[in-house]
Antibody, heavy 124, light 105 residues
Framework: EVQVVESGGGLVQPGRSLTLSCTSS????????MSWFRQAPGRGLEWVVF??????????EYAASVRGRFTISRDESKTIAYLHMNRLKTEDTAVYYC???????????????WGQGTLVTVPS | VMTQSPAALSVSPGERVTLSCRAS??????LAWYQQTPGQAPRLLIH???TRATGIPARFSGGGSGTEFTLTISSLQSEDFAIYFC?????????FGGGTKVEIK
């Protein structure tokens, strides 16, 4: 059974750092890209960051709102994707979802399986 | 920019419903639909504009091309009352529409 489980959320003061983990199982981790998305309370979905699979060099992409503050990485041996968040702002408050990304024949990626999310709260 | 319409609609179980999603420029059919029920993670329904994801019932169908896309649910079941989001993945950043909430009439 495919599973992705987020952890590491919590209450963090503005300007501080936090690292989220996405632990994966039930599939060959190295064959898949991974992404993080977020959803602020009562709001829509926002894509945050992407990391490619090993075969395609593990390239990364970042939303403009987090570029320079957030970093994604992956540990193939532990099958974990990490989201390192620095200089957190109140507007980063959201449920953060990790996803497995399905690559189509053209090399485009869709988030095909999501975890249940972890809440990050940055108070004002 | 992805724009969904309507923002919400009330539907009776068993009815057919069609949701719309418009992209501000062509997304080359790199369009996905997600379903989200309260407190749950999004679930992929459709990718490539019209391909059902694994395990998705046949009552869900996606259509359209270029900039105009639709998601049709042929006969609404109780578990289908949810928020539906479209998302393009043609380029970075991948962006979502604002969602359509399907409520019970």
């Amino acid at each position: 059974e495919v599973q992705v489980v987020e952890s590491g959320g919590g209450l963090v003061q503005p300007g501080r750092s936090l690292t989220l983990s996405c632990t994966s199982s039930g599939f060959t981790f190295g064959d898949y890209a991974m992404s993080w998305f977020r959803q602020a309370p009562g709001r829509g979905l926002e894509w945050v960051v992407f990391i490619g699979d090993k075969l395609y060099g593990g390239t990364t992409e970042y939303a403009a709102s987090v570029r320079g503050r957030f970093t994604i990485s992956r540990d193939e041996s532990k099958t974990i994707a990490y989201l390192h968040m620095n200089r957190l702002k109140t507007e980063d408050t959201a449920v953060y979802y990790c996803s497995r990304d399905l690559r189509d024949r053209s090399g485009y990626y869709t988030a095909d399986f999501w975890g249940q999310g972890t809440l990050v709260t940055v108070p004002s | 920019v992805m724009t969904q319409s309507p923002a919400a609609l009330s539907v009776s179980p068993g009815e057919r419903v069609t949701l719309s999603c418009r992209a501000s420029q062509s997304v080359n059919n790199k369009l996905a639909w997600y379903q989200q029920t309260p407190g749950q993670a999004p679930r992929l329904l459709i990718h490539g504009a019209s391909t059902r994801a694994t395990g998705i019932p046949a009552r869900f169908s996606g259509g359209g091309s270029g900039t105009e896309f639709t998601l049709t649910i042929s006969s609404l079941q109780s578990e289908d009352f949810a928020i539906y989001f479209c998302q393009h993945y043609n380029s970075w950043p991948r962006t979502f529409g604002g969602g359509t909430k399907v409520e019970i009439k």
